[in-house]
């Protein structure tokens, strides 16, 4: 019988030069508001950006955050940590949109999330807050790390942390 390519067993990559603790902290202090909020979802939930951005009010209730993506529906545990962002984030967008996180109440497209991020991480190489460049999904990979795979045990960087 042949083995069919969903039927691998689930693995992610090593990562080659993963973001260290002060990169990260060096985002963090550099953002604010919303952009904050995004960044620790990403990192204290470890979700992924589309997640983020399919990411509807109603997906979150007193304990759990529900997540539709790319490997279907996970729920994750709404941390007090969690439970401020989200407060950040309702109190600058509002919950008028169904979206938490919307631009002008629509939802964001991947493409243009990308894109947006990429402009915020030059203008902070540019203004030396970062040495290099990094992309947002290296938020959640450093959160996989640091943390753990949500749903993946033993993940390990090429140099051997």
Same mark, same amino acid.
Not at 30 to 35: R, T
Not at 83 to 90: L, N, P, R
Not at 94 to 105: A, E, I, L
Not at 126 to 149: T, W
């Given at each position: ?10 693995? *992610? ?25 995004? *960044? ?6 470890? +979700?992924?950006?589309?997640?983020? @951005? $399919? ?21 994750? /545990? @709404?941390? &007090?940590? @969690?439970?401020?962002?989200?407060? $950040? ?18 939802? +964001? #497209?991947? +493409? ?9 991480? $030059?203008?902070?190489? /540019?203004? #030396?807050? @970062? ?13 996989? *790390?640091?943390?753990?795979?949500? &749903? *993946? ?9």
């Amino acid at each position: 019988m042949k083995k069919r390519f969903n039927q691998r067993p689930k693995r *992610i990559p090593a990562v080659e030069n993963p973001l260290t603790d002060s990169e990260l902290d060096s985002v963090r202090n550099a953002v604010g508001g919303v952009d904050k909020a995004y *960044i620790d979802f990403m990192y204290h939930g470890r +979700i992924r950006p589309g997640e983020l @951005l $399919t990411l509807r009010h109603s997906d979150i209730n007193g304990s759990s955050i529900t997540l539709n993506g790319k490997t279907g529906e996970r729920v994750i /545990e @709404l941390t &007090e940590f @969690l439970k401020k962002a989200y407060e $950040t984030v309702k109190e600058a967008n509002g919950t008028d949109s169904n979206f938490v996180f919307h631009k002008n109440g629509e939802e +964001i #497209k991947p +493409i243009y999330n990308s894109m947006r991020w990429k402009k915020v991480f $030059t203008k902070m190489r /540019e203004n #030396k807050v @970062l040495s290099r460049e990094i992309s947002i999904h290296d938020i959640r990979r450093k959160a996989i *790390i640091d943390n753990g795979h949500p &749903e *993946i045990k033993g993940l390990a960087t090429r140099h051997g942390r």
